[in-house]
């Protein structure tokens, strides 16, 4: 498929356990953009990559969210000591220009549902 | 817009009629507006979007109206389908160049036969 897929689907952790989310972006697209949807609410975001660079972590909640993309390709999402707060699902946005302009879409992938326990 | 938690708006149409979501902004300098549908285990999905110079703007059965005086967006879908039922969520980006969304509270459509 040409769209953003994201895994695992689900992933159920017990507090206190690491866990790593993945994300492979559309084919080409150079901006690369984390959320958190808690249940009922709309998405939040977490951080921003343009390439490789992590331009903006503003939204991560705490130092134990860290993100990555290294190759300015795939990104993984990676929380430490999970709490059952960090329970929710993770969506990742790609879009294809270099950021300059506001109008740039954000296409989302389907999102890891994280139940920490 | 603000979260209401778990309980999302909701609105309830019949097939085939119009339905209108509205949602509403707080940051006079926003320069850019999506709309997107969201469906149950499916991300955010793209509808319209629309840029601070305008005050409308129209794709395949929806319409997103802009009102920078009172600072509220609606989106209109017309003739209503089942497969239109999803919850639907407006989103901003905060000044030209910004790059993160910031979503609205989310509304429930209900697509009633």
């Known amino acids: 498929g040409a769209g953003v897929s994201q895994s695992p689907r689900y992933k159920v952790a017990k507090r206190g356990q690491d866990v790593a989310l993945r994300c492979d972006p559309i084919?080409?697209?150079?901006?690369l953009f984390w959320y958190q949807q808690a249940l009922g609410q709309g998405p939040e975001f977490l951080t921003y990559f343009q390439n490789e660079a992590q331009l903006d972590k503003s939204g991560l909640p705490s130092d134990r969210f860290f993100a990555e993309r290294p190759e300015g390709s795939v990104s993984t999402l990676k929380i430490q000591r999970t709490q059952q707060e960090d329970s929710a699902v993770y969506l990742c946005a790609s879009s294809f220009n270099s950021g300059l302009h506001s109008t740039d879409t954000q296409y989302f992938g389907p999102g890891t549902r994280l139940t920490v326990l | 817009g603000e979260s209401v938690g778990l309980h999302l708006p909701t609105l309830s149409v019949q097939e085939g009629d119009n339905s209108i979501i509205n949602c509403a902004y707080s940051n006079s300098a926003s320069d850019y507006f999506i709309w997107y549908k969201q469906e149950s285990g499916k991300g955010p999905q793209f509808i319209i979007d629309?840029?601070?110079?305008?005050d409308k703007r129209q794709g395949q059965r929806v319409t997103v109206l802009l009102n920078k005086t009172v600072k509220h967006l609606s989106l209109q879908i017309a003739a209503t389908q089942p497969g239109d039922s999803a919850v639907y969520f407006c989103a901003e980006k905060a000044y030209q160049g910004a790059q993160k969304l910031v979503f609205g509270q989310g509304t429930r459509l209900t697509i009633n036969p």
């Open positions: 084919s080409g697209h150079v901006s």
């Open positions: 629309i840029r601070s110079n305008m």
